[in-house]
């Protein structure tokens, strides 16, 4: 009885942090660019189960028009980290702000002396007024150089979270499911402890 209730009880642990996860996916369902994780659990060498990774979908989401020419999409088999000039971003939001500072979408410097027309082409060079700023690549795994192929950098685009709102809410059921069947688990195990109690008493 107290395995079963130790089992159970690492159980209603891993579940926990499962249902974390698919809640941080379902709230990112609108973030551009937002990568989906899964969880998956283990089985513990004294019983029980844990959780033993949380790994990311690299599945791309869909392509969003935003008429806005410093929202940068990377989209293809590049990664969606983008290298400018050195720096890695996700792909999403720059602007150009009051002071002609062109601008990641962290508010980070990029580049100074960017006019009204931000213009990107298809190979990822950056114009500011028909001046060059730099250029665009996608970065490969863990920030190494990515053979430019296969893949688009568009400007006016951004790229939707690639996160399955259907495939999120069936496995918060089925999580749901195991937390209660590890709390009967428990339930069941502790009145057949009183049970016992109750005899020897």
């Not at 579940?15 to 990568?35: C, E, H, R």
């Not at 931000?118 to 053979?147: C, F, H, M």
């Amino acid at each position: 009885m107290i395995n079963a209730m130790f089992g159970a009880a690492t159980a209603l642990n891993a579940a926990a942090a499962v249902s974390a996860v698919t809640a941080n996916n379902i709230a990112n369902v609108k973030t551009p660019s937002y990568k989906s994780n899964s969880a998956f659990l283990s089985e513990l060498s004294t019983g029980g189960v844990k959780l033993n990774a949380i790994r990311p979908n690299d599945n791309q989401g869909s392509l969003i028009p935003t008429g806005v020419p410093s929202d940068i999409a990377v989209f293809g088999s590049g990664s969606e980290e983008d290298l400018l000039n050195t720096y890695s971003y996700a792909a999403g939001r720059f602007a150009v702000d009051d002071f002609g500072n062109f601008r990641g979408p962290s508010g980070e410097l990029l580049f100074t002396g960017a006019g009204g027309n931000v213009r990107l082409d298809n190979e990822g060079n950056l114009y500011s007024d028909g001046k060059l700023l730099g250029t665009i690549t996608p970065a490969g795994a863990e920030g190494q150089e990515y053979e430019p192929t296969g893949f688009s950098i568009l400007s006016g685009y951004m790229v939707s979270s690639n996160i399955d709102i259907d495939d999120e809410m069936v496995n918060n059921i089925v999580n749901q499911r195991f937390f209660e069947a590890n709390a009967v688990t428990i339930r069941t195990s502790d009145e057949m402890l009183g049970t016992v109690i109750n005899l020897k008493a």
